[in-house]
């Protein structure tokens, strides 16, 4: 069976979705982007579900043939990026090898990889692995052919939203995200609107909600 994070772990109103409130560890969960706005957006999503993995410390291998993620932004999720082993491969095959073989490896905490497409044997092979090493994995797929079937434990779809700032400042407003959880073993599938604020998942007010629909509405 797989393992927590403790209730208490940033995760938010997100936790409510899992079984015992916990995030499922010792586990392998699914993110599927259809277009690049939403692949940048599911990789924010992930580095901060990655940085509670890693508050304890602990290693991670994050495996693409396309890599997208700048590595100082982990900083915003309390991830320094020293403790990321990056391994850029050319090959999809290869991608599917390497975190193979990496979900087997007890000394890291979680394994990140991006690949485009993920048979149900493989994901199969992918829990197997992770049940035996006590490894997470996150798996982010991007643009697949079809939304298969797979051993996951969750599967996650991540659009992004428009940031928002008090009226009269300047800069870049917090990471937003509507988080669709289309599945989760055990648990109740759901969608939330969230920010990152303050090393946490924290609920979007609803005022706030309207607000940005607004701005989209004016500037789409």
């Known amino acids: 069976m797989p393992g927590s994070i403790a209730p208490d772990a940033g995760l938010g109103a ?29 990789n924010g999503f992930i580095s901060g579900i990655l940085g509670k993995l890693m508050q304890q410390g602990g290693t991670c291998l994050w495996i693409s043939d396309r890599r997208t993620i700048y590595p100082p932004a982990l900083t915003l999720f309390g991830i320094h990026a020293e ?8 090959k999809q095959k290869d991608v599917l090898w390497a975190i193979e073989e ?6 890291l905490t ?5 690949l485009r497409e993920l048979s149900f044997t493989a994901s199969r092979r992918l829990q197997l692995a992770v049940e035996q090493s006590r490894v997470t994995g996150l798996i982010h797929r991007y643009q697949p052919r079809s939304e298969n079937t797979v051993a996951c434990v969750s599967r996650w779809k991540i ?18 995200w509507n988080v669709n959880l289309t599945k989760i073993r055990n648990g109740k599938p759901d969608t939330w609107q969230v920010e990152w604020s303050n090393g946490s998942f924290r ?10 629909n607004t701005r989209t509405l004016k500037t789409g």
């Open 102 to 107: 990496a979900l087997k490896c007890e000394a």
């Open 159 to 176: 659009r992004p939203l428009p940031s928002v700032l008090e009226d009269g400042m300047p800069g870049i407003g917090l990471p937003r």
């Open 110 to 114: 979680a394994v990140v990889g991006e």
């Open 203 to 212: 609920l979007i007010p609803e005022r706030f909600i309207a607000i940005s």
């Open 14 to 42: 997100i936790a409510h979705a899992f079984p015992e409130r916990t995030f499922p560890i010792v586990a392998v969960h699914e993110f599927i982007s259809p277009a690049a706005a939403e692949a940048a957006a599911t």
């Open 83 to 90: 403790r990321i082993i990056f391994l850029d491969l050319d």
